[in-house]
């Protein structure tokens, strides 16, 4: 059974950082392409980053520069280091695993970011 477990989300001023794990358990890691999603309130969930096992990155464009996506495979845990957080950044931010193989993926639960002052 496939589990992600998401952790580090919170109430933080502009300007200031978050970092997000999402550990999981029940698949081989390794093959599997690890993301970061995010969905705020009447808008559709939208790529933030994503990770593959050899260390290609994707990023969208708006956090480019301030968010960091990497992964430990010895611990089976994708982290989303989150810098310079601005208010567009609030959204609930879903882990999301694809394994390269056949292309099924899952979903965590969602952690709440919320960015204000």
């Known amino acids: 059974q496939v589990q992600l477990v998401e952790s580090g989300g919170g109430l933080v001023q502009p300007g200031g950082s978050l970092r997000l794990s999402c550990a999981a358990s029940?698949?081989?890691?390794?093959?599997?392409?690890m993301g970061w999603y995010r969905q705020a309130p009447g808008k559709q969930r939208d790529l933030v980053a994503v990770?593959?096992?050899?260390?290609?990155?994707n990023y969208a464009d708006s956090v480019k520069g301030r968010f960091t996506i990497s992964r430990d495979n010895a611990q089976n845990t994708v982290y989303l280091q989150m810098n310079s957080l601005k208010p567009e950044d609030t959204a609930v931010y879903y882990c999301n695993v694809v394994n390269l193989l056949n292309g099924i993926n899952y979903w965590g639960q969602g952690t709440q970011v919320t960015v204000s002052s």
């Open positions: 029940g698949i081989i890691f390794s093959i599997y392409r």
């Open positions: 990770t593959a096992n050899g260390g290609t990155t």
